[in-house]
């Protein structure tokens, strides 16, 4: 690996459970643990990766789609565990027994350094204790994932602009949703402030920060159920043509899956 270099896999992204892996020539992170303990080393192996060889594990906040596999994990493999403050408590005891010396607290707004790696949290807005995501930095080259948030503020937009790569949410089709099974109650959370960016609005977040420098974007957060893979795609390359963004040679899309890892990416 070039020493100015860091890899990264979304190991798994959806609203069934969500993984993200980044590496640097020193350190080796996880984000969430939205699956089973065995599902995530599943994952990891398919980009030849050990867990047993994570350094820390990065959580955004406590909805069991990013936490499922927490206390398995921890307990099996005794790595560092980062989350804020009002995250811990809201975890409380839902995962079962973790030693409290793997807790550490990462502050909102902070930047944390993890050998050769710069990692800055920043709030997003959902229903949650305290939801807070990651931009992942080393050698002026950078990393954002950006999910479960209900809207882009210009706090965020200032924070996480012209990154290199970008996670960024499309979770559901609005008409898909409106017309869909699920009850009026979870429909109204999911469309609201504080729950979820749709294909429409996660491309238009995407207009809003990306820069010279950024050459990929994920489609992350997908629902099963109110979202079509094509149609999530599609709305971004459109969007990005509209902005005259060159969506097949200046500024890369791609999917990813809530059950296969994506292949591991240079920055």
């Known amino acids: 690996m070039e020493e100015s270099a860091f890899k990264y896999s979304v190991l798994a992204s959806g609203s069934s459970g969500n993984v993200f892996y980044l590496e640097s020539p020193q350190k080796k992170i996880l984000v969430d643990a939205g699956l089973s303990g065995k599902k995530i080393e599943n994952l990891l192996s398919q980009v030849d990766r050990n867990i047993a060889d994570i350094d820390a594990l ?27 403050q009002e995250t811990w ?8 027994k973790i030693a409290p010396e793997q807790k550490n607290v990462f502050e909102m707004g902070k930047t944390l350094t993890f050998g050769d790696l710069d990692i800055e949290s920043f709030g997003v807005s959902h229903d949650a204790a305290a939801p807070q995501f990651y931009k992942f930095m080393k050698d002026g080259k950078s990393f954002v994932m950006l999910t479960d948030t209900g809207y882009v503020s ?40 504080h729950g979820h960016l749709s294909n429409e609005d996660g ?8 820069g010279v420098k950024t050459k990929k974007i994920f489609l992350g957060h ?6 079509i893979k094509e149609l999530a795609h599609m709305t971004m390359v459109n969007t990005l043509m509209q902005n005259d963004i060159d969506a097949r040679n200046e500024v890369m899309v791609f999917d990813t899956s809530h059950i296969e890892a994506s292949p591991l990416f240079n920055i």
């Open 222 to 227: 997908r629902s099963q159920q109110n979202n």
């Open 58 to 84: 990065l959580i955004t906040h406590e909805h069991k789609d990013h936490v499922a596999g927490l206390g398995v994990l921890a307990r099996k493999y005794k790595f560092d565990l980062y989350a804020n």
């Open 154 to 193: 210009d706090r965020m937009i200032g924070t996480i602009e012209n990154a290199d790569a970008y996670l960024m949410e499309s979770n559901h089709d609005i008409e898909i949703l409106r017309m869909g099974g699920y009850p009026w109650r979870i429909k109204q959370r999911i469309l609201s402030d």
């Open 89 to 96: 408590n809201a975890i409380g005891e839902s995962c079962g």
């Open 203 to 210: 491309a238009k977040a995407a207009i809003d920060v990306i």
